[in-house]
């Protein structure tokens, strides 16, 4: 299918070929008719990527300033690897669309395969043949609304929010400053809601077109008494509310706005305008400003958006799915009327001529852009539509094909930190790269010599030329996609963590440890990879001859991860214990060589309900050999601390590495210092494993040490919760 991509790094724009994306947990699949381009903002993403990195970073100080903090946590090497990899990658665009359902996850009551729809969301409804997008970002085309006016739903939706927040009543006078796109909507919902409207605008064939679209008066901003106008239509009193829709770097705006509004009225940004707020004015008069947030209540809260949570009605009345019900009934009563904003319609194909007048590259006016997609082939539809049965795959023998891989999920974790050491290895083949993103999976692809890509983990799992699965999604995918491909007889490499809960590592372990069939022939690895780390390998050969307990305290300055970040997230992340401490437990297993025998477990309490969710903690374990591991995970940390320091103390002797970038060694009153390059040993234990690949053999960490450090971090949270020391 088509998608339309901007590389992110040189700016470069393209109708790329992409795998079609499919209907994960609580999605709907949409098959494209039509999207519109959002003029002001998609030009702002695109002149900022085409910008040098100098002039960005000058554009984006608080973006430098957590750039640098990276760099003093995770050292200069790390982050630049990062950085350079996510420029080096496209990005989508458009948040706009409507099609034809294609297929629905299980979850989804009302919506049905057929249905016409409107969608929205930035990364979710895109300039693409096909989306896939949540039950929150959709909504249902009435009868006799053409998909064309309903692809401008999201677009229209933030002019009505803005028209929301400046709260008209009947009979009010508002002024609608900047008549592009959104201000042309603004001024035919204010007409709908019974409002006298003033439009202004520095473009005479803007304002023409205002006067089109319902204004009462429609003024030049450079060449028309403006204030004079607004004095004498409201008996000298000004204009009830003012809504900005401009996107400028003047300050102007906001100035008439204030010369302009009436004593108590309502100022309302809805566009990216200079708010230098001139005091006067707005003192004197005790104007309301009011900021306008994008489509309405719901947007930037994962929970509504990404979850399907609603608000309920009788609290919050319009959410932004219901603002995009509101416009489609406008729509379907013929109070709004995009046929006149439409000034421009090309098919993707053609889409970067679009481009072409937004960035000015021709001098052509415009408003409305719409992008049209071409009809499924028969074959296409019935593929992407057809609902996938689940079906136990059968445990077999591992194939020969050790050295083909597949990988599934391509986030910038995989291609920074596991794909560049696989590409420089000659007697692999990397097969097939499966991602959610389509655009994501083929930018892999290209850049890391795929054979393929794909949107279905089942074109990795199903394929019996593939003998060795990387799984780097999100944690909730990694126990279903690693006990899938054992079964299938396939070598398994699984970031971590294994698995969320009991419920999944129990089938895994089962697997293993009983099935004769693939016990001793497959390979399982977590990406444990702290214990690769040349510092921490230099540490435990220190006290290779030292026979007696020691006492490990890992300190962890973690920083604070929002609430709703994915990995707090219960069934997407598991929490910061099982996704992240899971990482600790490892190394200490590894430094002791024992594993956890019993947890115990503190923490400071947290505001979350959920008992996953715990960001400052302290852990003791009590290790098979007598040796004691503390963990110490905090997020109120200062930031310019180092994030991780390993102290070890046995036999008389005593360790300290900080940070991966230096190792202090202590023995008989003298000490020795190591300098390192901030290694975490991710390139180590990806050569390991495929070494243990091609030499055959059953595990590089021990089964049963990867087993245990999962199900430690089960017992921590057991152990919070209950306030009790808890068995391992």
């Not at 679209?213 to 008996?235: F, K």
């Not at 708010?275 to 707005?282: D, E, H, L, S, V």
């Not at 025998?597 to 302290?618: H, K, M, P, Y």
Request: proline share 4%.
């Amino acid at each position: 299918m088509k998608q339309i991509a901007q590389h992110v790094k040189s700016g470069a724009m393209k109708v790329a070929e992409v795998p079609p994306p499919a209907a994960g947990r609580g999605m709907i699949l949409v098959k494209n008719y039509f999207s519109v381009i959002s003029a002001g903002t998609e030009k702002t993403s695109i002149d900022s990527r085409k910008s040098s990195l100098l002039q960005r970073a000058k554009s984006q100080p608080d973006e430098v300033r957590k750039l640098v903090e990276e760099m003093r946590r995770n050292g200069l090497t790390r982050t630049y690897k990062r950085v350079m990899n996510k420029l080096d990658s496209y990005a989508s665009l458009g948040y706009s669309s409507a099609g034809v359902v294609l297929a629905v996850a299980e979850g989804v009551q009302d919506i049905e395969v057929g249905d016409r729809v409107a969608c929205g969301g930035a990364d979710y409804a895109v300039h693409s043949d096909i989306i896939a997008l949540p039950r929150n970002l959709v909504a249902k085309i009435p009868d006799g609304v053409s998909m064309e006016s309903a692809a401008y739903t999201t677009v229209a939706s933030i002019a009505l929010q803005g028209v929301r927040q400046a709260n008209p009543t009947l009979g009010e006078t508002v002024a609608v400053i900047g008549l592009g796109l959104l201000g042309q909507l603004t001024v035919q919902f204010l007409k709908a809601n019974g409002c006298r409207v003033i439009g202004v605008d520095l473009d005479p064939e803007a304002v023409e077109l205002a006067r089109r679209s319902g204004a009462d008066a429609a003024l030049r901003r450079n060449d028309d008494p403006v204030e004079a106008v607004v004095r004498s239509m409201t008996s000298g009193h000004g204009a009830d509310a003012v809504i900005i829709t401009a996107g400028t770097s003047s300050n102007d705006p906001i100035e008439l706005a204030g010369r302009i509004t009436r004593e108590r009225g309502r100022v309302v940004v809805v566009g990216a305008a200079t708010m230098n707020i001139p005091r006067g004015p707005f003192y004197m008069k005790e104007i309301d400003v009011r900021m306008s947030r994008s489509y309405g209540p719901g947007r930037y809260d994962s929970e509504y958006e990404e979850e399907g949570l609603d608000y309920p009605i009788g609290y919050v009345r319009w959410t932004e799915n219901r603002n995009m019900q509101a416009y489609l009934q406008l729509l379907a009563q013929e109070r709004i009327d995009t046929d006149i904003l439409t000034t421009h319609r090309f098919p993707v194909d053609e889409a970067l001529k679009a481009y072409e007048l937004i960035e000015g590259e021709k001098t052509e006016p415009y408003v409305g852009i719409v992008i049209s997609y071409d009809d499924l082939e028969e074959k296409d539809l019935q593929r992407l539509s057809r609902a996938k049965e689940k079906e136990k795959a059968p445990v077999i023998s591992p194939t020969r094909s050790s050295l083909t891989l597949g990988f599934i999920g391509a986030g910038s974790f995989a291609s920074g930190f596991l794909l560049p050491h696989l590409k420089d290895m000659q007697d692999i083949t990397l097969d097939c790269v499966c991602n959610r993103s389509g655009l994501t999976g083929a930018d892999m692809r290209n850049k890391f010599e795929f054979r393929r890509s794909s949107t279905r983990a089942e074109d990795v799992l199903e394929d019996d030329t593939i003998g060795t699965v990387f799984i780097a999604t999100r944690h909730g995918e990694h126990a279903p996609y690693t006990l899938e491909a054992l079964r299938r007889g396939k070598h398994v490499f699984v970031e971590k963590p294994l698995a969320l809960n009991e419920d999944e590592l129990l089938p895994i372990e089962e697997l293993l440890l009983s099935h004769p069939e693939l016990k001793g022939k497959v390979l399982l690895m977590v990406g444990f990879n702290r214990r690769f780390a040349p510092l921490v390998k230099n540490m435990r050969s220190f006290f290779a001859e030292i026979r007696e307990p020691a006492v490990v305290h890992y300190y962890v300055n973690a920083g604070f991860l929002p609430k709703d970040h994915w990995t707090q997230h219960p069934s997407d992340g598991g929490g910061r214990i099982v996704g992240e401490v899971c990482h600790f437990i490892d190394t200490i297993q590894y430094l002791t060589d024992a594993l956890p025998e019993r947890v115990s477990a503190e923490c400071i309490a947290s505001d979350s309900e959920d008992v996953t969710n715990f960001d400052n903690v302290n852990i003791t374990l009590r290790m098979r050999d007598g040796s004691m591991g503390i963990i110490t995970y905090v997020a109120n940390g200062d930031p310019s601390i180092p994030k991780e320091r390993i102290v070890m103390s046995a036999g008389n002797a005593t360790a300290m590495m900080d940070n991966f970038q230096s190792l202090t060694l202590a023995r008989d009153g003298k000490q020795s210092r190591t300098k390192g390059s901030g290694d975490k040993g991710h390139r180590n234990e990806v050569l390991a494993f495929m070494d243990a690949v091609r030499r055959k053999q059953h595990e590089v960490i021990p089964i049963e040490s990867l087993f245990a450090t999962t199900r430690t971090t089960f017992r921590i949270l057991e152990a919070l919760n209950r306030r009790e020391v808890i068995a391992v």
